[in-house]
């Protein structure tokens, strides 16, 4: 049988369509988010951050939106590309230290 | 610029032994470093918050004395797994910060497996 924990979501995309993958966090003291996006057997990597006194934020490609009333995050990406299969993780701050609380996570898939 | 890398890449063991990872960051010195667990299919889990010349913080759950880390210098963390056993088989990652913003830099990552 399945277990718990073992299947992340999937989002399965065609080459070109927009993706989006959304987020829920936990802390509503939190002020500042980051996506991640995190390729097999490799560490994560930086996509776009922000901030909780924004609700968007573009970078190339992506843009995040932050709603802070229902705590939720999504990570839009245009125009997807092959190269964008992957993992992708919303993280926010988990109050003093900087430390970071990890969401469970996002299987992008982009066929051809 | 802001590179963290780890070694080793990948490490297989006997139950029993001890097994040593290490995270340097390459070109900028790390106030703070995190050590992350995930296991397949998972998220990244938070284990310990180090910071240079005190001891780790760990979190709840992670027992200080089986997974041992060390942050001796502003560019290198340890991670020791004491008596590993196959149920520490997991994905390490370490981040870093530079103690300028809120953004961690991120290793590519330590596979260890435990026989």
């Known amino acids: 049988g399945e277990s718990v924990g073992l299947h992340l979501p999937t989002l399965s995309v065609q080459e070109g369509d927009n993706s989006i993958i959304n987020c829920a966090y936990s802390?509503?003291?939190?002020?500042?988010f980051i996506w991640y996006k995190q390729e097999s057997g490799k560490g994560p990597q930086f996509i776009i951050d922000i901030r909780s006194n924004m609700d968007k934020r573009q970078g190339q490609r992506v843009t995040v939106l932050l709603n802070k009333t229902v705590k939720h995050l999504s990570l839009q990406i245009a125009a997807t590309q092959p190269g964008d299969s992957a993992v992708y993780f919303c993280?926010?701050?988990?109050?003093?230290?900087?430390?970071?609380?990890f969401g469970k996570g996002t299987s992008l898939l982009v066929t051809p | 610029g802001a590179v963290v890398s780890q070694h080793p890449s990948w490490v297989i063991c006997k139950s029993g032994t001890s097994v040593k990872i290490e995270c340097r960051s390459l070109?900028?010195?790390?106030?703070?470093m995190f050590w992350y667990r995930q296991f397949p299919k998972q998220s990244l889990m938070l284990m310990a918050t180090s910071n240079e010349g005190s001891k780790a913080t760990y979190e709840q759950g992670v027992e200080k004395d089986k997974f041992l880390i060390n942050h001796a210098s502003l560019t290198l963390s340890t991670l020791t797994v004491t008596s590993a056993h196959p149920e520490d088989s997991s994905f390490y990652i370490c981040?870093?910060?530079?103690?300028?913003?809120?953004?961690?830099?991120f290793g590519p990552g330590t596979r260890l497996t435990v026989l």
């Open positions: 981040s870093a910060r530079t103690g300028v913003g809120d953004e961690q830099f």
């Open positions: 070109d900028f010195q790390a106030t703070t």
């Open positions: 802390n509503s003291a939190s002020d500042y």
């Open positions: 993280a926010e701050n988990k109050g003093s230290g900087y430390a970071l609380n």
